[in-house]
């Protein structure tokens, strides 16, 4: 059996790869994939942890993550298909007409 | 699954069921009588808010320890429910102005208020982040409400990115937690964590959820979405989200940490002074150079945030927590109240377009329209932290709170600061009383209710801020 030193290591990649993507990235899409590469790696360290302690509460929790961020996605693909419209663009660095 | 399991939430499941059906009922509700839904969606936070009154005394878990039902919860709830309704009367007239008059916007504002009942109740990890996402997405709705106007579409889009990012670290910190404390519920991880020596993986894990409250209270550095989103955002829906999402954000902090991260208050104590220092310090002075009301208040509610954190502070030592936390439930009350009606201010004098909303727009107020001015006024003394209002009570308390903890320092930075906002409140009254100008102001009676019953309670709230104090300190009982 794979230890779960592992699993959790990768996870700390993945998400630490979301967090630069969010930083990093101007493409609005881009970046909320990143966001949901973070989702995700929280997702495999919770199921790793889970299948270690023996217990269904980290998978159930899994699940909710999963339908939050399905949620999240309807809004957030609505909002930038907004902006797109009204824009032309979804380069979040041109989306600035707020300053101050 | 028991009866008594669902009385435990029986305000926020009466307002879910209430919130569906009005969803529907909305359908049947022509165009041009909206105004129907506004009162229907009044009528359901005011029979949560009935309920959540009648729980009061009441104490106990539900749902396999998943949710509590305390005075603090029913302190916050009430709160939260009173937002909502102050919430629905600024939107009502306020979204006909704008044309932006749609049955959903109540319904959202609805489901916002259950996820931040939710998470006043919240005494699981799970619940924490599900509460706090059914909180965040529909206030990104709203936020881009006045679809096809940009600006309320990047306010809504900015707000998204960086509130799903927050939920992002929220979600590893949680993860992390469960990994460490093996289990999700909040008395199980104090257990775990006072049972051993406190994990590096457990303490790791609260500093990502404390991040990912962080961006909810829009505490420095995590504030950067907050003046774009309440710039951006319909004036209705800042008002409403400047409050509710914020309370709502601080009654999770605050559960969260005293309830299972109190080993860890020896790590976190240092972090948090920093944060709430940093807040006070950078939202004070960045206020200082704004020219637009709502960018203005967008960083002195950033400040707020740092106020009230100065209350978590002290939250591991046991012979000042009460007190302390006391003092900032206290101070959510302060700010709710002024803070909506400031708001409720900014409403009447904004016009269609974005146009009233610089603070040179506010020239002449007190000519024209000498009540509004004076409300406004009484506000921004609160913000302040000036006699006689209720802000000033609010600072005595949290300041005293503070140095009985021993943290001289934080409340030292806390009066100067204060005096620094001083300037940039005074500089609206000034416009209002000593500038010549002209400003279109709207009346309608439920703007002018609002901002008039704010203003009067502002004042006569500091006139009996005992017994609203000993209120707060009561919601504490089953935490401490």
């Given amino acids: 059996?794979?230890?779960?030193?592992?699993?959790?290591?990768?996870?700390?990649?993945l998400f630490a790869i979301g967090v630069l993507g969010v930083l990093i990235r101007r493409n609005a899409l881009i970046i909320f994939m990143s966001i949901e590469l973070m989702l995700n790696a929280a997702n495999l360290a919770i199921v790793a942890f889970?299948?270690?302690?023996?217990?269904?509460?980290?998978?159930?929790?899994?699940?909710?993550?999963?339908?939050?961020?399905?949620?999240?996605?309807?809004?957030?693909?609505?909002?930038i298909v907004e902006i797109f419209k009204s824009k032309r663009s979804i380069d979040v660095d041109q989306v600035s007409g707020l300053k101050g | 699954?028991?009866?008594?399991?669902?009385?435990?939430?029986?305000?926020?499941?009466?307002?879910?069921?209430?919130?569906?059906?009005?969803?529907?009922?909305?359908?049947?509700?022509?165009?041009?009588?909206?105004?129907?839904?506004?009162?229907?969606?009044?009528?359901g936070l005011a029979i949560s808010l009935g309920y959540t009154l009648s729980q009061i005394g009441d104490e106990r878990l539900g749902f396999s320890g998943m949710v509590a039902l305390d005075g603090f919860s029913i302190f916050l709830n009430a709160l939260i429910l009173v937002c909502g309704l102050l919430g629905v009367a600024l939107a009502y007239d306020y979204l006909k102005r704008m044309n932006i008059e749609r049955g959903e916007y109540y319904v959202l504002l609805l489901f916002s208020s259950i996820g931040a009942m939710l998470m006043a109740q919240a005494a699981d990890l799970i619940i924490v982040f599900l509460a706090l996402e059914l909180l965040s997405i529909p206030l990104y709705v709203l936020?881009?409400?006045?679809?096809?106007?940009?600006s309320s579409e990047e306010a809504g889009l900015k707000y998204f990115l960086l509130g799903a990012f927050s939920s992002g670290f929220l979600v590893y910190g949680i993860a992390l937690i469960f990994g460490a404390a093996h289990t999700t519920n909040l008395y199980a991880i104090l257990a775990a964590a006072s049972a051993s020596t406190v994990s590096p993986l457990l303490a790791f894990g609260a500093a990502l959820v404390l991040i990912g409250f962080g961006f909810k209270i829009a505490a420095v550095p995590f504030h950067m979405w907050t003046p774009d989103a309440y710039q951006g955002a319909p004036t209705a829906v800042t008002a409403f989200m400047s409050s509710s999402a914020k309370i709502a954000g601080f009654a999770a902090l605050l559960r969260v940490f005293v309830t299972a991260f109190s080993p860890l208050a020896v790590n976190m104590t240092d972090v948090l002074w920093g944060l709430s220092a940093l807040t006070m310090v950078v939202g004070n002075i960045i206020a200082i150079t704004q020219t637009d009301i709502k960018r203005m208040l967008a960083y002195s509610s950033i400040a707020h945030a740092g106020y009230i954190l100065m209350a978590f502070v002290p939250y591991g030592n046991a012979a000042v927590?009460?007190?302390?936390?006391?003092?900032?439930?206290?101070?959510?009350?302060?700010?709710?109240?002024?803070?909506?009606?400031?708001?409720?201010?900014?409403?009447?004098?904004?016009?269609?377009?974005?146009?009233?909303?610089a603070i040179s727009d506010y020239s002449g107020l007190a000519k024209n329209h000498p009540a509004l001015a004076a409300a406004m006024s009484i506000f921004m003394v609160s913000l302040i932290g000036f006699p006689p209002?209720?802000?000033?009570?609010?600072?005595?308390?949290?300041?005293?709170?503070?140095?009985?903890?021993?943290?001289?320092?934080?409340?030292?930075?806390?009066?100067?600061?204060?005096?620094?906002?001083?300037?940039?409140?005074?500089?609206?009254v000034v416009n209002m009383y000593m500038r010549d100008g002209e400003p279109a102001v709207r009346r309608e009676f439920w703007l002018d209710f609002t901002w008039g019953a704010l203003a009067f309670l502002t004042v006569f709230l500091s006139l009996i801020p005992q017994t609203l104090f000993a209120w707060a300190s009561s919601a504490l009982m089953k935490l401490f």
């Fill in chain 1, 1 to 13: 059996m794979v230890p779960v030193d592992y699993y959790v290591i990768l996870s700390a990649i």
């Fill in chain 1, 50 to 79: 889970g299948s270690v302690i023996e217990s269904f509460s980290g998978q159930i929790f899994v699940f909710f993550v999963i339908a939050v961020a399905a949620a999240e996605v309807a809004i957030g693909l609505a909002l």
């Fill in chain 2, 1 to 43: 699954m028991t009866l008594s399991d669902f009385t435990t939430i029986l305000p926020v499941a009466i307002l879910a069921v209430w919130a569906c059906a009005l969803l529907v009922a909305d359908l049947f509700i022509p165009k041009d009588r909206k105004g129907v839904t506004a009162l229907l969606a009044a009528l």
């Fill in chain 2, 143 to 150: 936020s881009a409400f006045a679809r096809s106007n940009v």
């Fill in chain 2, 321 to 357: 927590a009460p007190v302390s936390v006391a003092a900032g439930l206290f101070y959510l009350i302060v700010y709710a109240v002024t803070n909506f009606g400031a708001w409720g201010v900014v409403i009447a004098v904004e016009r269609t377009e974005g146009k009233g909303l």
């Fill in chain 2, 389 to 428: 209002t209720l802000g000033l009570v609010g600072k005595v308390y949290l300041f005293r709170a503070v140095i009985d903890g021993g943290f001289v320092v934080l409340a030292v930075i806390g009066v100067l600061t204060s005096i620094i906002s001083a300037f940039y409140y005074l500089r609206v």
